[in-house]
């Protein structure tokens, strides 16, 4: 299941990503059979994957850590998080995402287990580009990418 | 046994822990799925970091439940992660024991829990069984050159 920010059918103009042959995404989640099964349906759809186990190890990646060495920061054109996580949120990942700006045009989906409609709200409302209701099926994935390709012009 | 007779052995086993027992549900057909040539392992991937994480889980909540004074956001915690794997890899009836787990915790009932701790055990030992018996009959039709039928169910 997806929501998407703005409605169904629409998409703003800064969910266009530049795509090339294979994305780059960021998938973060502090549960090691979910990260596993999130990279092989990325993998699935033609993306390469970076996995990270919770959010602050994904900012450090981004370069928005305390600890982002000189020179590593990676480009990802999408990043994909659990809301529940340990320590910093999902929710709160995205609020720092957006809070960049070299970040905050990378679009930001959150994936949680519970269909809590506030919580979707919430982060749609915070710049979340989809919210998906885990656990993550291939056609998920392969709407999600489509949408994400679709805006792309 | 010949490979049509293993493959068709497998094909029940398999479609009776989905309908009538409801050990799996449709999730599992999605990992199933996500195997192919260039992934041939994946369901034995999964599986095997299913085990070895609830096995951890169970031995964190035993000794959680086993404090003087619970902990039952702690314990609340590792329910929610056995929760969300068991749903990942579609084991269905540890995700409801878990789900039931959860309420109790809120509750801070420590007699349920503790009841509840028993029922996610003896459901993920049963699951477990159940994976094992699966794996090892398709271990087997590889082995005699056979290839792992798929299973229509219809959901």
Redesign the interface.
Known sequence: MLSCGGGSGSCSKDMAVELGDEPHVLAVD?????R??VE??LK?SSCKVTTAENALRALDYLGLGNDTLEGTVSEVNMIITDY?M?GMTGYELLKKIKESSVLKEVPVVIMS?ENIPTRISQCLEEGAKMFML?????SDVKQLKWHLMKCRN | MEVGQMQRRLVDYTKSLFMEKGFLDA?FL??Q??QDES?PD?VV??VS??FD?SEKLLNDLTMALDQPNVDFKKVD?HV??L???S????AQRVKNACIAFRSFCEEQNIDATLRCLQQVKQEYYLVKNKLETMLRLEQQIVAAGGSIPMIELGF
Do not use: M, T
């Not at chain 2, 749903?87 to 579609?90: E, L, N």
């Open positions: 502090d549960n090691l059979i979910d596993k099964l092989r349906l699935n529940c340990p287990s885990k656990p993550l099926k291939q | 999730q999605q990992l799925q996500l992934n994946f991937e999964v970091l299913f994480d915690a929610h992660q929760k969300g794997s749903s990942s890899i579609g």
